[in-house]
Protein backbone atom coordinates (compact mmCIF):
# COMPACT_ATOMS: atom_id res chain seq x y z
CA UNK A 1 0.00 0.00 0.00
CA UNK A 2 0.86 3.23 -0.77
CA UNK A 3 0.74 4.97 2.75
CA UNK A 4 0.03 3.32 6.04
CA UNK A 5 -3.85 2.45 6.10
CA UNK A 6 -3.76 -0.61 8.64
CA UNK A 7 -1.51 -2.06 11.63
CA UNK A 8 2.02 -3.40 10.90
CA UNK A 9 0.67 -7.13 11.30
CA UNK A 10 -1.98 -6.79 8.66
CA UNK A 11 0.62 -5.22 6.22
CA UNK A 12 3.26 -7.92 7.19
CA UNK A 13 0.21 -10.57 6.60
CA UNK A 14 0.02 -9.11 3.05
CA UNK A 15 3.12 -9.33 1.92
CA UNK A 16 3.59 -13.04 2.86
CA UNK A 17 0.21 -14.34 1.39
CA UNK A 18 1.71 -11.94 -1.91
CA UNK A 19 4.50 -14.79 -2.27
CA UNK A 20 2.34 -17.89 -1.73
CA UNK A 21 2.45 -19.38 -5.27
CA UNK A 22 -1.13 -18.13 -7.03
CA UNK A 23 -1.46 -15.41 -5.06
CA UNK A 24 0.09 -12.01 -6.51
CA UNK A 25 0.11 -8.39 -4.47
CA UNK A 26 -3.79 -7.72 -5.68
CA UNK A 27 -5.09 -11.15 -4.52
CA UNK A 28 -2.81 -11.16 -1.32
CA UNK A 29 -4.63 -8.07 -0.30
CA UNK A 30 -8.20 -9.80 -1.07
CA UNK A 31 -7.11 -13.19 0.89
CA UNK A 32 -6.26 -11.26 3.59
CA UNK A 33 -9.29 -9.48 3.75
CA UNK A 34 -11.04 -12.65 3.39
CA UNK A 35 -9.05 -14.40 6.14
CA UNK A 36 -9.47 -11.48 8.78
CA UNK A 37 -13.12 -11.50 8.17
CA UNK A 38 -13.26 -15.48 8.74
CA UNK A 39 -10.99 -15.23 11.88
CA UNK A 40 -12.36 -17.68 14.00
CA UNK A 41 -13.51 -19.96 11.08
CA UNK A 42 -10.49 -20.46 8.57
CA UNK A 43 -7.81 -17.75 9.69
CA UNK A 44 -7.24 -19.38 13.18
CA UNK A 45 -7.34 -22.89 12.02
CA UNK A 46 -5.41 -22.12 8.62
CA UNK A 47 -2.55 -20.21 11.22
CA UNK A 48 -2.51 -23.55 13.70
CA UNK A 49 -2.10 -26.20 10.48
CA UNK A 50 0.91 -24.12 9.13
CA UNK A 51 2.27 -24.14 12.66
CA UNK A 52 1.93 -27.71 12.84
CA UNK A 53 3.08 -28.52 9.46
CA UNK A 54 6.61 -26.02 10.46
CA UNK A 55 6.96 -28.19 13.68
CA UNK A 56 6.19 -31.61 12.01
CA UNK A 57 6.99 -32.05 8.33
CA UNK A 58 10.55 -33.43 7.36
CA UNK A 59 12.15 -34.70 4.18
CA UNK A 60 11.50 -38.92 4.13
CA UNK A 61 15.96 -39.89 4.64
CA UNK A 62 14.52 -42.59 2.28
CA UNK A 63 12.90 -41.74 -0.92
CA UNK A 64 13.15 -37.57 -0.20
CA UNK A 65 9.27 -36.80 -0.14
CA UNK A 66 7.74 -35.04 2.18
CA UNK A 67 5.86 -36.24 5.18
CA UNK A 68 5.10 -36.30 8.52
CA UNK A 69 6.73 -38.83 9.54
CA UNK A 70 10.42 -40.21 8.35
CA UNK A 71 10.56 -42.69 6.82
CA UNK A 72 7.30 -41.40 5.42
CA UNK A 73 3.94 -43.03 5.02
CA UNK A 74 4.97 -44.30 1.54
CA UNK A 75 7.84 -45.79 2.59
CA UNK A 76 6.40 -47.82 5.55
CA UNK A 77 3.25 -48.95 3.75
CA UNK A 78 3.26 -52.82 3.98
CA UNK A 79 -0.24 -53.08 1.28
CA UNK A 80 2.80 -50.98 -1.65
CA UNK A 81 5.02 -53.50 -4.01
CA UNK A 82 8.62 -52.72 -2.65
CA UNK A 83 10.05 -54.00 -6.07
CA UNK A 84 9.56 -51.30 -8.17
CA UNK A 85 10.36 -47.87 -7.54
CA UNK A 86 9.19 -44.61 -9.15
CA UNK A 87 11.78 -42.32 -10.13
CA UNK A 88 10.34 -38.58 -10.13
CA UNK A 89 12.08 -35.46 -10.12
CA UNK A 90 9.95 -33.84 -7.60
CA UNK A 91 7.48 -34.39 -4.77
CA UNK A 92 4.80 -32.39 -7.20
CA UNK A 93 5.34 -34.93 -9.87
CA UNK A 94 4.79 -37.82 -7.05
CA UNK A 95 1.78 -36.39 -5.88
CA UNK A 96 0.17 -36.15 -9.24
CA UNK A 97 1.34 -39.34 -9.78
CA UNK A 98 -0.71 -41.06 -6.96
CA UNK A 99 -3.65 -38.84 -7.66
CA UNK A 100 -4.19 -40.65 -11.01
CA UNK A 101 -3.71 -44.01 -8.85
CA UNK A 102 -2.28 -46.08 -11.45
CA UNK A 103 0.21 -47.50 -9.48
CA UNK A 104 1.02 -49.07 -6.09
CA UNK A 105 5.16 -48.84 -5.97
CA UNK A 106 7.13 -46.92 -3.68
CA UNK A 107 9.25 -43.64 -4.76
CA UNK A 108 11.97 -41.66 -5.03
CA UNK A 109 12.81 -37.97 -5.35
CA UNK A 110 15.61 -37.16 -7.28
CA UNK A 111 14.68 -33.03 -5.70
CA UNK A 112 15.21 -32.18 -9.16
CA UNK A 113 17.26 -32.61 -12.46
CA UNK A 114 21.24 -32.45 -13.48
CA UNK A 115 21.92 -29.09 -14.55
CA UNK A 116 25.77 -28.01 -14.59
CA UNK A 117 24.97 -24.42 -15.41
CA UNK A 118 23.14 -24.06 -12.58
CA UNK A 119 25.78 -26.04 -10.62
CA UNK A 120 23.14 -29.14 -9.91
CA UNK A 121 25.63 -32.09 -9.96
CA UNK A 122 24.82 -35.83 -9.09
CA UNK A 123 25.86 -34.65 -5.40
CA UNK A 124 22.98 -32.26 -5.44
CA UNK A 125 20.22 -34.61 -6.11
CA UNK A 126 19.60 -37.79 -3.99
CA UNK A 127 21.21 -40.10 -6.66
CA UNK A 128 23.48 -41.76 -4.18
CA UNK A 129 20.54 -42.69 -2.04
CA UNK A 130 19.02 -44.18 -4.87
CA UNK A 131 21.94 -46.42 -5.93
CA UNK A 132 21.65 -47.48 -2.55
CA UNK A 133 18.21 -48.71 -2.55
CA UNK A 134 18.94 -50.72 -5.09
CA UNK A 135 22.42 -51.89 -4.34
CA UNK A 136 20.33 -53.49 -1.05
CA UNK A 137 18.25 -55.69 -3.17
CA UNK A 138 14.57 -56.58 -3.41
CA UNK A 139 13.90 -54.07 -6.44
CA UNK A 140 13.55 -55.39 -9.77
CA UNK A 141 12.38 -52.44 -11.73
CA UNK A 142 13.09 -48.47 -11.75
CA UNK A 143 10.61 -46.35 -13.54
CA UNK A 144 12.16 -43.21 -14.82
CA UNK A 145 8.76 -40.91 -14.53
CA UNK A 146 11.22 -37.38 -15.24
CA UNK A 147 9.48 -34.91 -17.58
CA UNK A 148 9.83 -35.07 -20.98
CA UNK A 149 12.28 -31.93 -20.98
CA UNK A 150 16.06 -31.98 -22.17
CA UNK A 151 17.15 -31.95 -18.53
CA UNK A 152 14.90 -34.40 -17.61
CA UNK A 153 16.16 -36.82 -20.34
CA UNK A 154 19.89 -36.41 -19.21
CA UNK A 155 18.93 -37.10 -16.17
CA UNK A 156 17.83 -40.28 -16.76
CA UNK A 157 20.52 -41.23 -19.38
CA UNK A 158 22.45 -40.43 -16.53
CA UNK A 159 20.81 -42.59 -13.65
CA UNK A 160 20.79 -45.69 -16.29
CA UNK A 161 24.15 -45.11 -16.42
CA UNK A 162 24.36 -45.38 -12.80
CA UNK A 163 22.01 -48.75 -12.70
CA UNK A 164 23.42 -50.22 -15.39
CA UNK A 165 25.32 -52.79 -12.95
CA UNK A 166 22.33 -53.59 -11.42
CA UNK A 167 20.04 -56.75 -12.15
CA UNK A 168 17.12 -54.50 -12.72
CA UNK A 169 14.80 -53.62 -14.99
CA UNK A 170 14.82 -49.71 -16.16
CA UNK A 171 11.42 -48.53 -18.00
CA UNK A 172 10.24 -45.37 -18.41
CA UNK A 173 6.67 -43.08 -19.45
CA UNK A 174 5.03 -43.70 -22.51
CA UNK A 175 5.13 -40.87 -24.82
CA UNK A 176 1.96 -40.07 -26.92
CA UNK A 177 -1.42 -38.26 -27.39
CA UNK A 178 -2.76 -37.17 -23.93
CA UNK A 179 -6.55 -38.74 -23.23
CA UNK A 180 -8.79 -36.28 -24.36
CA UNK A 181 -6.08 -34.49 -26.42
CA UNK A 182 -6.78 -33.19 -30.48
CA UNK A 183 -4.68 -34.53 -33.05
CA UNK A 184 -4.66 -30.81 -34.10
CA UNK A 185 -2.83 -29.05 -31.07
CA UNK A 186 -0.02 -31.38 -30.74
CA UNK A 187 3.26 -30.73 -31.77
CA UNK A 188 5.52 -33.05 -34.00
CA UNK A 189 7.18 -34.97 -32.07
CA UNK A 190 4.57 -36.10 -29.86
CA UNK A 191 2.67 -37.14 -32.69
CA UNK A 192 5.90 -39.12 -34.24
CA UNK A 193 6.27 -40.76 -30.79
CA UNK A 194 2.43 -41.99 -30.24
CA UNK A 195 2.69 -42.75 -34.21
CA UNK A 196 5.77 -45.10 -33.37
CA UNK A 197 4.45 -46.86 -30.42
CA UNK A 198 0.93 -47.48 -32.13
CA UNK A 199 -0.55 -50.05 -30.73
CA UNK A 200 -3.18 -53.17 -31.72
CA UNK A 201 -7.06 -51.82 -31.34
CA UNK B 1 -6.38 -36.12 -2.95
CA UNK B 2 -7.70 -39.73 -3.70
CA UNK B 3 -5.60 -42.07 -1.19
CA UNK B 4 -3.69 -41.11 1.99
CA UNK B 5 -0.39 -40.01 0.60
CA UNK B 6 1.39 -37.83 3.62
CA UNK B 7 0.14 -37.21 7.15
CA UNK B 8 -3.34 -35.56 8.20
CA UNK B 9 -1.44 -32.11 8.94
CA UNK B 10 -0.19 -31.68 5.42
CA UNK B 11 -3.76 -32.41 4.14
CA UNK B 12 -5.45 -30.21 6.62
CA UNK B 13 -2.89 -27.40 5.03
CA UNK B 14 -4.17 -28.41 1.49
CA UNK B 15 -7.87 -28.14 2.63
CA UNK B 16 -7.78 -25.00 4.15
CA UNK B 17 -5.74 -22.90 1.70
CA UNK B 18 -8.11 -24.54 -0.86
CA UNK B 19 -10.81 -21.86 0.85
CA UNK B 20 -8.35 -19.04 0.38
CA UNK B 21 -9.71 -16.43 -2.30
CA UNK B 22 -7.53 -16.99 -5.09
CA UNK B 23 -6.39 -20.45 -4.55
CA UNK B 24 -8.50 -23.67 -5.31
CA UNK B 25 -7.46 -27.40 -4.80
CA UNK B 26 -5.10 -27.12 -7.48
CA UNK B 27 -3.22 -24.39 -6.69
CA UNK B 28 -3.43 -25.09 -2.75
CA UNK B 29 -1.40 -28.17 -3.32
CA UNK B 30 1.04 -26.38 -5.08
CA UNK B 31 0.82 -23.79 -2.47
CA UNK B 32 1.57 -25.98 0.47
CA UNK B 33 4.09 -27.67 -1.40
CA UNK B 34 5.93 -24.43 -2.02
CA UNK B 35 5.66 -23.56 1.55
CA UNK B 36 6.93 -26.72 2.83
CA UNK B 37 9.66 -26.48 0.94
CA UNK B 38 10.34 -23.16 1.68
CA UNK B 39 9.77 -24.38 5.50
CA UNK B 40 11.59 -21.40 7.35
CA UNK B 41 12.06 -18.49 4.83
CA UNK B 42 8.34 -18.76 4.43
CA UNK B 43 5.30 -20.99 6.25
CA UNK B 44 6.87 -19.90 9.69
CA UNK B 45 6.75 -16.39 8.79
CA UNK B 46 3.35 -16.54 7.81
CA UNK B 47 2.01 -18.70 10.32
CA UNK B 48 3.29 -16.61 12.97
CA UNK B 49 1.94 -13.81 11.24
CA UNK B 50 -1.65 -15.26 10.88
CA UNK B 51 -1.35 -16.10 14.36
CA UNK B 52 -0.57 -12.72 15.36
CA UNK B 53 -3.63 -11.39 13.27
CA UNK B 54 -6.10 -13.65 15.27
CA UNK B 55 -4.67 -11.96 18.10
CA UNK B 56 -4.54 -8.52 17.43
CA UNK B 57 -7.37 -8.04 14.39
CA UNK B 58 -10.24 -5.92 15.43
CA UNK B 59 -12.90 -4.03 14.34
CA UNK B 60 -13.04 -0.52 14.71
CA UNK B 61 -15.95 0.94 17.29
CA UNK B 62 -16.31 3.98 15.28
CA UNK B 63 -15.81 2.93 11.62
CA UNK B 64 -16.18 -0.10 10.82
CA UNK B 65 -12.47 -0.66 10.09
CA UNK B 66 -10.21 -3.04 10.62
CA UNK B 67 -7.08 -2.72 12.27
CA UNK B 68 -5.16 -4.00 14.74
CA UNK B 69 -6.06 -1.44 17.33
CA UNK B 70 -9.56 0.17 17.90
CA UNK B 71 -10.12 3.12 17.13
CA UNK B 72 -8.38 2.33 13.62
CA UNK B 73 -4.94 4.55 12.55
CA UNK B 74 -7.44 6.46 10.03
CA UNK B 75 -9.58 7.47 12.78
CA UNK B 76 -6.64 8.22 15.50
CA UNK B 77 -4.36 9.98 12.26
CA UNK B 78 -4.06 13.69 13.13
CA UNK B 79 -3.45 14.48 10.07
CA UNK B 80 -6.68 13.75 8.53
CA UNK B 81 -9.43 15.92 7.79
CA UNK B 82 -11.89 15.18 9.95
CA UNK B 83 -14.88 17.10 8.33
CA UNK B 84 -15.42 15.14 5.77
CA UNK B 85 -16.42 10.55 6.09
CA UNK B 86 -16.21 9.01 2.39
CA UNK B 87 -19.22 5.87 3.06
CA UNK B 88 -17.95 2.63 1.75
CA UNK B 89 -19.70 -0.80 1.52
CA UNK B 90 -16.54 -2.70 2.37
CA UNK B 91 -13.15 -2.58 3.74
CA UNK B 92 -11.84 -3.31 0.48
CA UNK B 93 -13.33 -0.63 -1.08
CA UNK B 94 -11.75 1.80 1.77
CA UNK B 95 -8.15 0.11 0.68
CA UNK B 96 -8.95 0.51 -2.83
CA UNK B 97 -9.85 4.40 -1.93
CA UNK B 98 -6.52 4.58 0.13
CA UNK B 99 -4.22 3.11 -2.69
CA UNK B 100 -5.49 5.69 -4.67
CA UNK B 101 -4.53 8.50 -2.71
CA UNK B 102 -6.83 11.12 -3.56
CA UNK B 103 -8.18 12.07 -0.62
CA UNK B 104 -6.88 12.49 2.95
CA UNK B 105 -10.47 12.13 4.97
CA UNK B 106 -11.70 9.77 7.44
CA UNK B 107 -14.00 6.51 6.61
CA UNK B 108 -17.37 4.71 7.14
CA UNK B 109 -17.82 1.03 6.80
CA UNK B 110 -21.31 -0.23 6.16
CA UNK B 111 -20.24 -3.68 6.36
CA UNK B 112 -22.80 -3.92 3.04
CA UNK B 113 -25.77 -2.61 1.31
CA UNK B 114 -28.96 -3.34 1.73
CA UNK B 115 -30.80 -6.15 0.50
CA UNK B 116 -34.44 -6.82 2.13
CA UNK B 117 -34.55 -10.44 0.22
CA UNK B 118 -31.48 -10.90 2.06
CA UNK B 119 -32.12 -10.11 5.34
CA UNK B 120 -29.90 -7.58 5.27
CA UNK B 121 -31.79 -4.20 6.84
CA UNK B 122 -30.27 -0.83 8.33
CA UNK B 123 -29.82 -2.69 11.59
CA UNK B 124 -27.61 -4.94 9.57
CA UNK B 125 -25.14 -2.42 8.73
CA UNK B 126 -23.51 0.62 10.76
CA UNK B 127 -26.33 3.16 9.82
CA UNK B 128 -26.77 4.17 13.52
CA UNK B 129 -23.44 4.50 13.94
CA UNK B 130 -22.98 6.94 10.72
CA UNK B 131 -26.24 9.07 12.33
CA UNK B 132 -24.27 9.20 15.61
CA UNK B 133 -20.76 10.20 13.93
CA UNK B 134 -22.65 13.30 11.97
CA UNK B 135 -25.29 13.67 15.11
CA UNK B 136 -21.78 14.19 17.32
CA UNK B 137 -21.15 17.46 14.45
CA UNK B 138 -18.11 18.94 13.24
CA UNK B 139 -18.50 16.80 9.88
CA UNK B 140 -19.64 19.17 6.93
CA UNK B 141 -19.03 16.37 3.99
CA UNK B 142 -20.54 12.81 3.49
CA UNK B 143 -19.14 11.35 0.24
CA UNK B 144 -21.34 8.21 -0.30
CA UNK B 145 -19.06 5.89 -2.56
CA UNK B 146 -20.70 2.82 -2.70
CA UNK B 147 -21.08 0.86 -5.50
CA UNK B 148 -22.85 1.38 -8.46
CA UNK B 149 -24.90 -1.03 -8.61
CA UNK B 150 -28.89 -1.59 -7.43
CA UNK B 151 -28.01 -2.42 -3.80
CA UNK B 152 -25.64 0.46 -3.70
CA UNK B 153 -27.75 3.37 -5.21
CA UNK B 154 -30.91 1.96 -3.00
CA UNK B 155 -28.57 1.99 0.31
CA UNK B 156 -27.20 5.93 -0.79
CA UNK B 157 -30.86 7.23 -1.15
CA UNK B 158 -31.26 5.44 2.32
CA UNK B 159 -28.80 7.40 3.76
CA UNK B 160 -29.61 10.31 2.07
CA UNK B 161 -32.80 10.04 3.78
CA UNK B 162 -31.65 9.30 7.76
CA UNK B 163 -28.67 12.18 7.12
CA UNK B 164 -31.12 14.91 5.94
CA UNK B 165 -32.03 16.46 8.99
CA UNK B 166 -28.35 17.46 9.34
CA UNK B 167 -26.62 20.16 7.86
CA UNK B 168 -23.94 18.48 6.17
CA UNK B 169 -23.10 18.36 2.70
CA UNK B 170 -23.84 14.80 0.82
CA UNK B 171 -21.72 13.90 -2.41
CA UNK B 172 -21.74 10.72 -4.38
CA UNK B 173 -18.65 9.49 -6.86
CA UNK B 174 -18.46 10.97 -10.11
CA UNK B 175 -20.11 8.82 -13.57
CA UNK B 176 -17.77 8.89 -16.46
CA UNK B 177 -15.02 6.93 -18.50
CA UNK B 178 -12.51 5.31 -16.62
CA UNK B 179 -9.35 7.03 -17.38
CA UNK B 180 -7.54 4.85 -19.96
CA UNK B 181 -10.75 3.29 -21.06
CA UNK B 182 -11.75 3.21 -24.90
CA UNK B 183 -15.46 4.64 -25.42
CA UNK B 184 -15.76 1.31 -27.66
CA UNK B 185 -16.18 -0.68 -24.83
CA UNK B 186 -18.31 0.98 -22.72
CA UNK B 187 -21.84 0.77 -21.61
CA UNK B 188 -24.38 2.93 -22.90
CA UNK B 189 -25.27 4.44 -19.08
CA UNK B 190 -21.97 4.82 -18.46
CA UNK B 191 -21.06 7.04 -21.68
CA UNK B 192 -24.99 8.91 -20.90
CA UNK B 193 -23.71 9.93 -17.57
CA UNK B 194 -19.69 10.62 -19.11
CA UNK B 195 -21.65 13.27 -21.65
CA UNK B 196 -24.27 14.94 -19.20
CA UNK B 197 -21.35 15.67 -16.43
CA UNK B 198 -18.93 16.99 -18.70
CA UNK B 199 -16.25 19.24 -18.25
CA UNK B 200 -14.91 22.41 -20.03
CA UNK B 201 -11.37 21.22 -21.74
Chains 1, 2 share one sequence.
Not at 20 to 39: D, F, Q
Not at 74 to 92: A, G, K, N, W, Y
Not at 126 to 155: D, M
Request: hydrophobic share 40%.
Amino acid sequence: MSKRIAGPEIERLIQLLAKVPGLGPRSARRAALHLIKKKEQLLAPLAAAMGEAVDKVRVCSTCGNVDTSDPCMICTDPLRDPTTIIVVEDVSDLWALERAGAMNARFHVLGGTLSPLDGVGPDQLTIRQLVTRIAEGGVSEVILAVNATVEGQTTAHYLTDQLSGFDVKITRLAHGVPVGGELDYLDEGTLSAALKSRTVF
